[in-house]
T-cell receptor, first 115, second 115 residues
Framework: DAGVIQSPRHEVTEMGQEVTLRCKPI?????LFWYRQTMMRGLELLIY????????DSGMPEDRFSAKMPNASFSTLKIQPSEPRDSAVYFC?????????????FGPGTRLLVL | AQSVTQLDSQVPVFEEAPVELRCNYS??????LFWYVQYPNQGLQLLLK??????LVKGINGFEAEFNKSQTSFHLRKPSVHISDTAEYFC?????????????FGKGTKLTVNP
């Protein structure tokens, strides 16, 4: 299996621009998680989906952030408009809910720099 | 709600020395506990997890951790480290009660193994 796939791996943009991060979970996994990692705040859960339905978005910092999961094999995290404080590494993770708290598998991350 | 404290932000050790990375958690309910490792420019990878049963958990790459409920700790140990163990290590907690799938991560401990 190819693992969790994220694109792009690196993104540099200017303040005010729209940014779209993409994630393809592992085939057969029905839960998907978006995390943000910064030096100051560590690793934070932004939102997670079960069976393509958003379950908890309490970690989404503000209305500039939105996430969608139109089908079981694709999710996006959008920032519009972007700000310098959004600079971070964004991780996507997926897992199956078939077992007892199955392991989350992480993608390689998208390193975002907003100038 | 749960929280995790990793007491050491950086731990330098020499090759073949033993290492202990400390993790304490706070929770009003019973928990599941995890250790993840992050190599440079990569996503997180599960080292080991405690769900129930034996309090001593063995993971990959020779690591083990011991769950101590009275001290609310889950310290990670390895008797002899290698240069390749240089990475950042994250402790995480999740409620064991049904319906809660969120992982709460500590801030991480950077382990540097020197020759």
């Amino acid at each position: 299996d190819a693992g969790v796939i994220q694109s792009p791996r690196h993104e540099v943009t200017e303040m005010g621009q729209e940014v779209t991060l993409r994630c393809k979970p592992i085939s057969g996994h029905n839960s998907l998680f978006w995390y943000r990692q910064t030096m100051m705040r560590g690793l934070e859960l932004l939102i997670y989906f079960n069976n393509n339905v958003p379950i908890d978005d309490s970690g989404m910092p503000e209305d500039r952030f939105s996430a969608k999961m139109p089908n079981a094999s694709f999710s996006t995290l959008k920032i519009q408009p972007s700000e310098p404080r959004d600079s971070a590494v964004y991780f996507c993770a997926s897992r199956t809910t078939q077992g007892r708290l199955e392991t989350q598998y992480f993608g390689p991350g998208t390193r975002l720099l907003v100038l | 709600a749960q929280s995790v404290t990793q007491l050491d932000s950086q731990v330098p050790v020499f090759e073949e020395a033993p290492v202990e990375l400390r993790c304490n958690y706070s929770s009003s309910v019973s928990v599941y506990l995890f250790w993840y490792v992050q190599y440079p420019n990569q996503g997180l990878q599960l080292l080991l997890k405690y769900l129930s049963g034996s309090t001593l958990v063995k993971g990959i790459n020779g690591f083990e951790a011991e769950f101590n409920k009275s001290q609310t700790s889950f310290h990670l140990r390895k008797p002899s480290v290698h240069i390749s163990d240089t990475a950042e290590y994250f402790c995480a907690v999740s409620s064991s009660q049904g319906g809660s799938e969120k992982l709460v991560f500590g801030k991480g401990t950077k382990l540097t193994v020197n020759p």
